[in-house]
């Protein structure tokens, strides 16, 4: 049994990963232990990118089955995204980034992570945001229906 910290953890790891090879096999050893998990890379300028990014964690979660395409997801995502962004956005303002997303469910626990990189040419800063909600489990809104 795994808790918040645990799928947080596993978003963490995910956003951190450094390839595409890393991530799939993350996300392998993830559903080995029933927690699902998906990354997407993000760039540009924070600030006006703030919808992109909440936009591609919502769709890539439904794509990847994390979640389903109800409010109540697409809200759960949207608030952690958002939630995660505003911790980087404190100190991105005007500046350009890069970086991933790492996304995790198990059960009701659901962690969006943000890493990124942002700056001016070689002068980086490395930067981190957490966000997690609690969502009903995709077997009781398919019970619903």
């Not at 992109?52 to 395409?69: D, F, H, P, Y």
Request: net charge neutral; with cysteine.
């Amino acid at each position: 049994m795994y808790d918040s910290r645990d799928v947080a953890k596993a978003a963490i790891q995910l956003a951190i990963s450094s390839s595409r090879a890393a991530e799939e096999q993350l996300i392998a050893k993830l559903k080995e232990k029933n927690i699902k998990g998906v990354a997407i890379d993000v760039g540009g300028n924070i600030i006006e990118t703030i919808h992109v990014v909440i936009e591609r964690a919502i769709l890539a979660s439904r794509k990847n089955g994390l979640t389903q395409e109800c409010h109540v997801h697409d809200g759960a995502i949207a608030g952690a995204a958002r939630d995660a962004i505003m911790q980087i956005a404190v100190k991105a303002t005007g500046l350009n980034g890069g970086g991933k997303i790492g996304i995790c469910t198990y059960k009701e626990h659901l962690s969006v992570c943000i890493f990124m990189s942002i700056g001016l040419l070689h002068l980086n800063e490395v930067l981190i945001g957490l966000g997690h909600r609690s969502i009903p489990e995709l077997t009781d809104i398919n019970e619903k229906e």
